[in-house]
């Protein structure tokens, strides 16, 4: 099988794991399909046999192919392991950074001489009282002005500081807004399989629709609101993916938050919504779709499939079997 190639059962199999409810009942389907449908559990015992497996095989394939994809699951989390472990020294290195660059340098002071006792004994010309307090002045004043950008800055600085955003996907996942998607600086997003929903949050003046203006096309987005000195945009950007214009809506949380609610054009997940911003690990995501994403033809296999299982499990017969007693004999 060509790498990838399983992936194109995932939502037929996804689909009789929701209906079932749990893997071992999942695996009870698969191995009763084999043994049904099968010469899979059937031995070879003579050379004349032309059917099944010699014994031990069949059980030596199924341990074969679960240690391939044990070797993989394995190797992922090495690698999620390792990408965790260089995140956490980046931030340790940018903190380190940012500790260093906070510092306060204090600013270089010049010192100015100034003799002030009267050199009587060359009898040389004294300052008149005047120019000696403006030269003090003179010396002094830019001690006055020139502030060491130290403590007072530092301290504005960390009180504009926003609060830190989460980076981790683990994060996102917790939260209902970032759910299979992302907490970013002016919006969060999440997405199941055919829909994203963008939370945009808004100042609290915002209450009405006509101060809020959205903008959606088929590849990009904008909101903006309006207020006294203008419109102030605070989402902008070309979509990385297409989406449904048509089936594509906003609407307002007074004082909250704009609602954008995309339609993808195409059953994918994305890693991001806006072009040039940070990707997610869709690996790390839930990528279980839901049975309202199922479209009517295969609502009716997986009913199908379900219904029989349970007549299987039950002796009646199944479904293509009913209709084969029902076709009327020919003549």
Known sequence: MEPGAAELY???????LQHVGNVQDFLRVLFGFLYRKTDFYR???HPSDRMGFPPGAAQALVLQVFQTFDRMARQDDEKRRKELEEKMRRKEEEAAAAEVKQEPVPAPVQEVEVNSTPDLA?????????????????????QRDAEPPGTDAA?????????????????????????NGAVRENYTWSQDYTDLELKVPVPKHVVK???VSVAISSSSVRVAVQEDSGERVLMEGRLTHKVNTESSLWSLEPGKCVLVSLN????????????G?????????????????????????LDRLTFDYHQKLQGKPQSHELV????????
């Open 10 to 16: 995932d939502q037929a199999l996804l689909g009789i």
């Open 43 to 45: 031995l070879l015992r």
């Open 122 to 142: 060359s009898g040389g010309p004294t300052e008149p009282p005047g120019q000696l307090g403006t030269m003090h002045e003179a010396a002094s004043g830019p």
């Open 155 to 179: 301290a504005a600085q960390a009180r504009r500081a926003p609060p830190s955003l989460p980076k981790r996907q683990e994060q996102f996942q917790r939260n209902p807004d970032s759910y």
């Open 209 to 211: 629709g006509r101060q």
């Open 264 to 275: 993808k054009a195409g059953e994918y997940w994305w890693s991001a919504v806006l072009e």
């Open 277 to 301: 911003e940070e990707h997610i690990d869709i690996d790390q995501i839930n990528k279980e779709r839901s049975m309202a994403t199922v479209d009517e033809e295969e609502h009716a296999v």
């Open 324 to 331: 084969r007693h029902r076709l009327p004999e020919s003549p």
